[in-house]
Nanobody, 117 residues
Framework: QVPLAESGGGLVQAGGSLRLSCAASVRLRAINDANWYRQPPGKQRELIASITTSGSTVYADSVKGRFTISRENAKNTVYLQMNSLNPGDTAVYYC???????????WGQGTQVTVSS
């Protein structure tokens, strides 16, 4: 069973917005630190946003000011709000997280985001 599940991807026009969700599918295990990555076609996967258990966040320069990572602990879910999207944001987006009490990073299966010009 994949412990994390991303959703919210899709096709959007340039300038539009999407909100991605990353929900833990493992019961009784709270998400600890979490990251969002993306992998554009033919390129390497890159880290774009991170959030700690205390809510501290870090962003890659490529998304700073446009994307916001957040968490809702009651739903054991991490979000990525993406605004002012452009075709360069087209990629498969993945979340990765540790669970409380552990240090192993688990991955979701990814969600496709396509931005048309």
């Amino acid at each position: 069973q994949v412990p994390l599940a991303e959703s919210g991807g899709g096709l959007v026009q340039a300038g539009g917005s999407l909100r991605l969700s990353c929900a833990a599918s493992v019961r009784l295990r709270a998400i600890n630190d979490a990251n969002w990555y993306r992998q554009p076609p033919g390129k390497q996967r890159e880290l774009i946003a991170s959030i700690t258990t205390s809510g501290s966040t870090v962003y890659a320069d490529s998304v700073k000011g446009r994307f916001t990572i957040s968490r809702e602990n009651a739903k054991n879910t991490v979000y990525l709000q993406m605004n002012s999207l452009n075709p360069g944001d087209t990629a498969v987006y993945y979340c990765s997280a540790t669970f409380l009490g552990g240090t192993t990073y688990y991955w979701g299966q990814g969600t496709q985001v396509t931005v048309s010009s």
